[in-house]
């Protein structure tokens, strides 16, 4: 399919161009972006092209999430390749990352293969597995990271629980470095988060739950860090959520170490002051912060420390959310609220531009993963997110494609809405009263 998309506002940072103009696309591929040549020929096949009007809109480099739990195989009555990626296409992402805490665990070259199998038949959309540290994430033995790598894993991480054996990951780092992907890490010290299931503060004291404190984050943040800085490895801090994350991580940089970090819609939205009551539609892990930790992660994206911004999208069926913040399971559902948050959260109230909004969403997330994207220069993958950012509603969960209602955001007005998501130049997904 070849299409024309005219009169957009086209946000490109990779190649500095935030100006309204065309852009065509041929075989799967930007071939023009300005103006169409004036030759004839040219123009004749243009004007036979699927032509979209994108005015008032921008057009921008598809976004890519770095951290989605897709649930298949294994929990697909949560979700499914097919659904999840469903959700991330009318959410704006053109790629997305599924974490390896399926059942059985992507522990395996075997076990990427099949994720890739299943997405090349039921995902519209690019599908960049996530292989785990160890084997059924047990945390007691090594996964053949070289074999997941070249099997299609385009990164390595225990998320849902970190590696507490210092010394395994370190091995593993160095395994991820050698074979050139980057560790997603997922920080938490289980021996201090305990039957912890929301921030320790006044309302968890006021619901009588036991709270996480920074430090369960904080202290596995600063083991990472050494640990990539000794071994080299590319570490990117998943669900950042606390502000010495923040501290950290800039420090570590300014130290040479390769970390990068990445913030959640819910992290920079939300505090736990905004929990209304014992209803576990606020229950992710890491857990809705205090003021002060919110504000240092707006800080940090809008000062470019934290370089993405990621969903952590986690479905999970309405009766296992049913249950007590104590008892439920962690976790909400994000790829259809993301940029709607972030365009509200973020642009709308200073933090980033509309050009920073892309950079943290689309290009950096893609350098990160080392992967093509984030990038709409003739000849590059017409990979395309044209969405604008003064629609006005509200969040409707019942409107969702993704299996996952968990949200905390039902009936939150925002703005931003996605009109297309186009993946190899073909139309994925296309908004419709």
Known sequence: ?????????????????????????????????????????????AEKATIIDAEGKYVMPGF????????????????????????????????????PNTKPATDSPEMVKKILEIAERD???????????????????????????????????????????AELYRKAMREAANAGIPVLAHCEDKNMVGSGAMNAGKKAEELGITGITNAVEDVIVARDILLAKETGARLHLCHCSTKDSVKMIKAAREDGVKVSGEVCPHHFAMTEDEIPRDDANYKMNPPLRSREDVEALCQGLSDGIMEAI???????????????????????????TAYALAVTYLVKKGFLTPMQLVERMSMRPCEILGVPGGNLAVGMPADITIADMDSEYKIDKNTFVSKG???????????????????????VYQYEE
Request: hydrophobic residues 35%.
């Open 1 to 45: 399919m070849n299409i024309w998309i005219k009169n957009g506002h086209l946000l490109d940072p990779a190649n500095h161009r935030d100006e309204i103009c065309d852009l065509y696309i041929e075989d799967g591929k930007v071939a023009c972006v300005g103006s169409l040549s004036s030759d004839k020929p040219e123009r004749e096949r």
């Open 123 to 165: 995902s519209e959309i690019h599908v960049y597995p996530v292989g785990a540290v160890t084997k059924g994430q047990s945390g007691e033995e090594m996964t053949d990271i070289a074999g997941m790598a070249a099997a299609g894993a385009k990164a390595i991480s225990e998320d849902g629980k970190s590696v507490m054996n």
């Open 405 to 427: 209602k968990n949200t905390p955001f039902h009936d939150v007005p925002v703005n931003g809405r996605v009109y297309y998501t186009i993946v190899g130049g073909k139309i």
């Open 64 to 99: 890519l999430d770095l951290h989605v739990h897709l649930r298949e195989p294994g929990f697909e009555y949560k979700e499914t390749i097919r659904t999840g990626t469903s959700a991330a296409a009318k959410g704006g992402f053109t790629a997305v990352c599924p974490m």
């Open 310 to 336: 990621s969903t952590d999208h986690a479905p999970h069926s309405e009766e296992e959310k049913k249950k007590s913040i104590a008892d439920a399971p962690f976790g909400i559902v994000g790829s259809e």
